[in-house]
């Protein structure tokens, strides 16, 4: 096999670098303001981070007083040490002065003349001139609209006539151009003048690789008249690679495509691949076989890939392996192999390097040199308003170069803009390296190889298997949906769950089957003919029974080490892990949970087991209280007795979990009274215990009517302690019933551990971003159907982005498609019973009332099926604005100014959740103070605590209890006791070490 020696590398980036004639790209040139910006960018990283903060929310102020403020906030806060040219003369004037009016118009000039550098024009219309110019000095392009995911079909479908608009325009503008035979001409034909690069995500907004197929033919759908025009005119359609969990989706849809037998032969069609991702090479591999089959050949443009901070940090956060190289080493070690696997499938794959780095360049030239491949036969493409210098030595080595050309509005391009700017400052950057930080043309030539020293992998665990606190505790993560065993896996489960619906579940009492004379039925309520399971129905006797079974076990359970207890909750967890996606399987059915949901529920257990076993071994271990000579104080903690756990349906594993082992793990025993609706999953939550081994009566399960087992439990005065999650009318009652006390029979008050709803609020700033603001509220009101205590109830919005954020959550609701919760592809499923159903469409009818209906869907027959809703004119006083409804009904409200969002977001006897959607420091910073709610989250939506991470709990009307995953939760189920020994004898002390 030809190989590129490294001296035919050297010598032709040599050849680079003389031709660049020391020239620095014009980003890099301090005699412009982007120069300064970006000098000052790399030279201080907190004015970086300000600075392209500012950046990316530029787009979205109305006028020079929030340019002004916003300016304030980023550049002119105390202890910030920035230079004075960057605060505009703003530290000390009012926002509305002539001052701060002259001072934004001077911003806004330079801002746009900064984008200008990087984006060719709004749309092909405005960008012909310049490609025009780019055409006759040699250069060819690739046009690129901006704007990636969509959030509604109507937003895809506006797209798609974008992308029509742009074919149209080029193929019509360009056909008068001169003759370019270096641009157009080939080792293997003639070379398309019309080059269109096109984003999947933004034909289709529903696009999500967990309905891999359905996903496939949407977007085929959306592709199809594209490629026919472009066949037809002889254009080039290029697929752009987006983040990685559309990777396997988008290759799988360019190969779909091209295998349709009018497109089979079609050669005018590219995709890109990104070499920074560990698995390029094999995807490369596959693509190029996958070509050689197909015998027409294809484009690849190879790139290093412009997304590695954000999958490197998604990826730490969900806790899956980094799907980048870590190093950038490694990057260019892959980048060369792929050029190398593409190349030598040159009669399949035309291959288009994409890259600043003259390295990689060399090394594409040098290995085609080996290959004896004509000039003509590989080009590189570099990015628009970026490395002239680059380019134009590239060119007149008698190379074709592409730009990259951006068009579209300064909003989406925002995204865009700063993608470079963090590009072109990190430490990492060719660019960087070479233009700024002057490194030596052998160092920036030198092979791609870990630096001296250093091994090829990181010894320890990853960063994603490192545990998040010190006694060893990381959240479980969830499963990845973007591949396919993943999804292959939970399929499988759903199947055997299938095959295992309309079994019967008795009563387990003491670790012993309990039959009864009544039973109730379990229904899918996706299908309501559908039988789940049929479970035993408790009475009191049998209430009785297990309190006397719970009673029997609790002081021998109390005296077991809680070390052993401990164990018993990580013996569980690895139970769940064993059965997880079967335990998801039977949310699917018994509540209508989609896939994410259901999976992120079994995930939620499998925390509370680990970090309560955890936390259960830290809190064991007795405090010394001060070191005074002579007395020695010690504290420590004893269980309260026997639990009633009484549970809800909506989290119907994880809440039911988590609330028994915290009793259990604490050395109380207990008994386990799941909601109605979810009493075959908690079947299976007590067949795992009863796997794990717990002793007899330490837990129980007993399933039955609310109003008759569940009360009893409560009122008995053999229970110590309660713990429920659920309405607020049902908590305030058990709390009342459990302050009955009986003097006569009960020896303890009873503690109650109450979590109740919420009426919970999302406030979208002025300045907010409406991309993510509108995903977030539709996931947060939407998401499980609304049927969380933690739903976005209310979108508080002010009147300045009110219309256009209101015009895209109507649409992004319209978008969603409902059915059942098996089938993937539906992001809406059922509501849990027809009274569900019932009291959800009574408020949607209240809110005709109240307000004006936006949209309301209509439904599939055959399951409880309410429509994601929508509601504006809602104002304070009105019943959608402060009752709970558990359900997809959202009320839009307006608020003139963001004090008076945050007077609306606390005006009701809840304080649950909450969001914030803004990017202005001092908003942020107000809400924090402000926003009185148990949790608050800032620019991400309102649900999906995690354990540790974000401790869920609320209080005034939304619960008495201390935050579940928290690290005082435990504390509730447990009585302090306090010991003062006098340790002197005689004038005598000894110093007790503990």
């Known amino acids: 096999m030809a190989r590129a020696s490294e001296k035919q590398i050297k010598k032709l980036g040599e050849e680079i670098f003389s031709r660049m004639k020391g020239e620095k790209p014009s980003v890099f040139k301090k005699d412009w303001w982007s120069g300064k910006m970006m000098d000052w960018s790399m030279k201080d990283e907190a004015f970086k981070v300000e600075m392209f903060r500012f950046v990316d929310v530029f787009p979205t102020l109305k006028d020079h007083v929030q340019v002004a403020e916003h300016l304030q906030e980023y550049f002119c806060r105390p202890g910030q040490d920035f230079p004075s040219s960057f605060q505009w003369g703003l530290s000390k004037v009012k926002p509305d002065s002539w001052v701060a009016k002259k001072a934004a118009g001077q911003i806004e000039k330079q801002i746009h003349g900064m984008a200008s550098k990087f984006i060719a024009g709004t749309d092909a219309s405005e960008a012909i001139g310049g490609l025009r110019e780019m055409w006759d000095s040699g250069l060819c392009f690739t046009l690129d609209l901006l704007g990636e995911a969509t959030v509604s079909e109507k937003e895809a479908h506006d797209y798609l006539e974008r992308y029509n608009e742009i074919l149209d325009t080029l193929i019509a503008e360009t056909a008068g151009w001169p003759e370019q035979p270096a641009l157009e001409k080939s080792a293997w034909g003639r070379i398309p003048r019309v080059n269109v690069s096109v984003k999947i995500s933004s034909l289709y907004s529903q696009l999500d690789a967990i309905d891999f197929d359905g996903s496939i033919e949407a977007t085929k759908e959306r592709l199809r008249p594209l490629f026919r025009k472009a066949k037809e005119h002889g254009a080039f359609i290029n697929i752009d690679m987006e983040s990685y969990k559309h990777k396997d989706l988008t290759i799988a849809i360019f190969k779909s495509l091209l295998e349709e037998p009018e497109f089979a032969d079609f050669e005018h069609a590219g ?45 730490q956060q969900e806790g899956w392996e980094n799907p980048v190289f870590s190093k950038k080493w490694q990057t260019d070690q892959s980048y060369e192999n792929c050029t190398e696997i593409l190349l030598d499938y040159h009669k399949y794959i035309r291959t288009a390097i994409g890259s600043h780095n003259v390295r990689s360049i060399a090394h594409a030239m040098a290995y085609a040199d080996a290959k004896r491949l004509d000039k003509s036969a590989i080009e590189f493409q570099m990015l628009y308003g970026m490395a002239e210098p680059m380019k134009a030595a ?110 019967e579940y008795p009563l387990v009492i003491n670790n012993e089957d309990v039959a009864t004379s009544r039973s109730m039925k379990s229904v899918n309520p996706s299908r309501t003919d559908q039988l789940v399971g049929t479970v035993a129905v408790a009475d009191i006797e049998h209430a009785d029974q297990a309190i006397r079974a719970a009673w029997a076990a609790k002081d021998a359970w109390a005296d077991t080490d809680p070390s052993e207890r401990a164990e018993y909750l990580f013996k569980l967890a690895d139970k769940m892990r064993e059965w997880r996606d079967e335990l998801a399987g039977w949310m699917v059915f018994e509540v209508g949970k989609n896939w994410r949901e259901a999976d992120a529920d079994v995930c939620e257990a499998i925390d509370f087991c680990e970090y309560y076993g955890r936390e259960m071994k830290r809190l064991a271990e007795p405090q010394r209280l001060g070191h005074i000579p002579g007395e020695l104080n010690l504290m420590w903690y004893q269980p309260r007795g026997v639990a009633a756990i009484i549970a809800p349906w909506n989290f119907p594993l994880a809440i039911l979990t988590g609330m028994t082992v915290a009793a259990a793990v604490t050395g109380n025993t207990v008994i386990m009274k799941p909601a109605e609706q979810s009493s075959v999953i908690a079947a299976k939550l007590m067949e795992l215990c009863r796997s794990v081994g717990f002793p007899p009566g330490v837990i129980n399960y007993l399933p039955g009517i609310g109003e008759e087992v569940g009360e009893h439990l409560v009122q008995s005065p053999y229970t110590h302690i309660i713990a429920f999650t659920g309405s607020m009318q049902v908590g305030l009652d058990i709390i009342r019933k459990a302050g009955d006390t009986d003097p006569t029979k009960q020896q303890r008050v009873k503690k109650v551990v109450c979590e109740m709803g919420g009426k919970n609020a999302i406030i979208v700033d002025a300045d907010a971003d409406l991309d993510e603001a509108v995903q977030g509220v539709i996931q947060s009101a939407f998401g499980f159907q609304g049927q969380k205590c933690s739903a976005c109830s209310r979108a508080i919005v002010l009147a300045s982005c009110y219309d256009e954020f209101k015009e895209r959550v109507v649409e992004a609701t319209r978008s969603l498609v409902i059915g059942p919760s098996d089938d993937p592809a539906n992001r809406i499923g059922p509501v849990v019973d ?52 558990f359900g997809p009904v959202l009320a839009l409200m307006k608020a003139e100014d963001f004090d008076e969002a945050l007077e609306i977001a606390n005006g009701t006897r809840y304080a649950l959740t909450g969001g914030v959607y803004s990017r202005s420091p001092m908003n942020i910073e107000k809400a924090r103070a402000q926003f009185k709610v148990g949790n608050l989250y800032i620019n991400q939506k309102c649900t999906g605590a995690l354990v540790y991470r974000q401790p869920f709990g609320g209080f005034k009307m939304s619960g008495v209890g201390s935050k579940a995953g928290g690290p005082d939760y435990l504390l509730q189920f447990m009585e302090p006791r306090a010991v003062t020994e006098n340790t002197m004898r005689r004038g005598f002390a000894p110093d007790e070490l503990l």
Not at 284 to 299: E, F, G, M, Q
Not at 397 to 404: I, K, P, S, T, V
Not at 849 to 863: A, T
């Open 271 to 315: 995709i890109v691949m990104q070499a920074y991702l560990k698995d390029a090479e094999d995807d490369v591999k596959a693509l190029c076989k996958w070509a050689k089959k197909r015998k027409t050949p294809i484009t690849v443009r190879l790139v290093k890939g412009a997304y590695w901070d954000y999958e490197t940090i998604h990826s």
């Open 394 to 503: 590239v060119s007149s080595m008698g190379y074709r170069l592409r730009d990259y050309v951006p068009i579209g509005e300064i909003i989406p391009g925002m995204a865009y803009l700063v993608r470079r700017l963090l590009e072109n400052t990190s430490n990492e950057s060719w660019l960087k390296m070479s233009f700024a930080d002057g490194k030596s043309i052998d160092e920036l030539l030198s092979a791609p190889e870990p630096p001296e020293g250093q091994v090829a992998a990181d010894g320890g665990a990853p960063p994603h298997k490192q545990p998040i606190t010190e006694h060893g505790f990381r959240n479980e993560p969830m499963r990845d949906f973007a591949h396919a065993s993943d999804r292959e896996r939970f399929q499988g489960a759903l199947e055997t769950v299938r095959g295992r619906l309309g079994m």
């Open 834 to 885: 027809g009274d569900a159903c019932n009291k959800i469409n009574s408020y949607i009818e209240i809110g005709r009332q109240e307000g004006d209906l936006l949209i309301s869907r209509e439904v599939p027959e055959g399951g409880c099926f309410v429509g994601p809703t929508v509601v504006e004119g809602i104002t304070p006083e009105h019943r959608l604005a402060h009752e709970e409804i």
